[in-house]
């Protein structure tokens, strides 16, 4: 879980610039974000003796990270000292927007074209406090079908089977995929056994014809692409 920041009774305009959510979100853009900054975006306030920065990582810890707060209903989310009934509702209607951006119609789902289009899709899981790997299914566009969680535990070459990899990608008539696991310690330095397991997925995709396109290692506020590196692909 990200630490709170300090001095909780300064307000956001009390802050450097630099240090601002949303400042930091039109210079730099919103995937630099840490999910409480991107909150505290969507609170705008606080209340009195804590800042709307505060209040977001306050309650990520009481929902339990991101995917917990996604499974918080709005009047529970509403009960929390300084957030209330509207910016409950506020955050409900952001998480349902990302909810239907993920189950979009063909022509409205987000083409992804690089490693970072990707992790925008997939940044979410540096919130995750255990280790988790997903596959992006894509289309013969590039277009997102899904992002189906495969396994939720320690995500290592003896547990991890192709078959269960690539189930859901056959299912849904995926023609290419992106891997993405997190590494809950924040660093997203690729190690040998997650460059060993995506030479084995490489390999296993070209016998089913479904392209393994990229690996991306997700820590906190940062990834790493296993392509971009030119590590367990064959550059062309």
């Known amino acids: 879980m990200e630490s709170q920041p300090a001095n909780p009774w300064l307000t956001i305009k009390d802050l450097p610039a630099s240090e601002r959510p949303r400042e930091r979100m039109i210079q730099h853009g919103p995937a630099i974000l840490s999910t409480a900054e991107l909150l505290a975006i969507l609170l705008r306030t606080g209340r009195r003796g804590e800042n709307a ?11 339990g990270g991101l995917t917990g707060l996604v499974r918080t209903p709005v009047h529970e989310l509403a009960r929390i000292p300084g ?31 690089s490693a970072h289009d990707a992790y925008l899709l997939l940044a979410d899981m540096a919130d995750l406090e255990q280790e ?3 596959t992006l299914l894509l ?10 969680t495969i396994y939720v535990g320690n995500v290592n070459t003896t547990l991890v089977r192709p078959a269960e990899i ?8 995926a023609v290419s995929l992106i891997i993405a696991h997190n590494h809950p310690s924040g660093d997203p330095t690729p190690s040998p056994e997650d460059i060993a397991l995506t030479r084995d997925l490489v390999a296993a995709g070209r016998l089913l ?17 296993l392509r971009e590196q030119g590590v367990a692909f064959h550059t062309p």
């Open 139 to 148: 289309d013969t566009r590039g277009r997102a079908i899904a992002i189906p």
């Open 132 to 134: 988790t790997l997903r």
């Open 209 to 225: 014809g479904i392209g393994v396109l990229d690996h991306l290692i997700i820590g906190k506020g940062r990834y790493t692409s």
């Open 83 to 113: 957030v209330g009934l509207a910016k409950a509702a506020q955050i409900q209607a952001a998480l349902e927007l990302g909810r239907r951006v993920a189950t979009a119609t063909p022509g409205e789902r987000p083409q992804v074209r």
């Open 53 to 63: 920065l505060h209040l977001a990582h306050r309650m990520l810890q009481i929902c």
């Open 166 to 173: 690539f189930r859901e990608a056959i299912r849904r008539n």
